[in-house]
T-cell receptor, first 111, second 118 residues
Framework: QQQVKQSPQSLIVQKGGISIINCAYENTAFDYFPWYQQFPGKGPALLIAIRPDVSEKKEGRFTISFNKSAKQFSLHIMDSQPGESATYFCAANNYGQNFVFGPGTRLSVLP | GAVVSQHPSWVICKSGTSVKIECRSLDFQATTMFWYRQFPKQSLMLMATSNEGSKATYEQGVEKDKFLINHASLTLSTLTVTSAHPEDSSFYIC??????????????FGPGTRLTVT
């Protein structure tokens, strides 16, 4: 029940395209859903996060869509750039508890 | 800002020796820090949660006598890998949660430490 599933495992998009990564969870107690970006040999960096009281959050070219009833959330990267080729992790937690991370999606944006 | 540093960024040690990794929150106080381990092309695996001034809480399967964690101040936590073996070679990442601020949830990650045991 603590697991967070993530798909696809890898994703290739053309420069300027839209990258979409999906995550699903089981634990209805989760109430914070962040997305992290990680470059090789670096620590994860927080991209954007959402609480379940909203269905969408947008920051620049990054958007989280959240479907509480389906227990799913997704990251959309508009106008994807080669410099954004990295591994993306979704995560979930609830107050005072530890993060549960998805297995990651390796994104390659072709020039 | 919310900057977390780790030192060293990479270390090579011989089998049987001990290695200490430092994690510092540079511009905020962190009551709670976390230590993760990440193998190549895999997700982050939480090893332990450390709270300032108290004993760390280890995840199931993590040997507390092998991975010693000390959180002596609100800005510093250390992980010591004792009697390291080649299978301990990995990427170790710490994160810190702000003591005060707008969100109790946010965790800020350090840049990671690459440990290679020969």
């Amino acid at each position: 029940q603590q697991q967070v599933k993530q798909s696809p495992q890898s994703l290739i998009v053309q420069k300027g395209g839209i990258s979409i990564i999906n995550c699903a969870y089981e634990n209805t107690a989760f109430d914070y859903f962040p997305w992290y970006q990680q470059f090789p040999g670096k620590g994860p960096a927080l991209l954007i996060a959402i609480r379940p009281d909203v269905s969408e959050k947008k920051e620049g070219r990054f958007t989280i869509s959240f479907n509480k009833s389906a227990k799913q959330f997704s990251l959309h990267i508009m106008d994807s750039q080669p410099g954004e080729s990295a591994t993306y992790f979704c995560a979930a937690n609830n107050y005072g508890q530890n993060f549960v991370f998805g297995p990651g999606t390796r994104l390659s944006v072709l020039p | 800002g919310a900057v977390v540093s780790q030192h060293p960024s990479w270390v090579i040690c011989k089998s049987g020796t001990s290695v200490k990794i430092e994690c510092r929150s540079l511009d905020f106080q962190a009551t709670t820090m976390f230590w993760y381990r990440q193998f190549p092309k895999q997700s982050l695996m939480l090893m332990a949660t450390s709270n300032e001034g108290s004993k760390a809480t280890y995840e199931q399967g993590v040997e507390k006598d092998k991975f010693l964690i000390n959180h002596a101040s609100l800005t510093l936590s250390t992980l010591t890998v004792t009697s390291a073996h080649p299978e301990d070679s990995s990427f170790y990442i710490c994160s810190a949660r702000k003591t005060k601020g707008t969100s109790h949830y946010e965790q800020y990650f350090g840049p990671g430490t690459r440990l290679t045991v020969t």
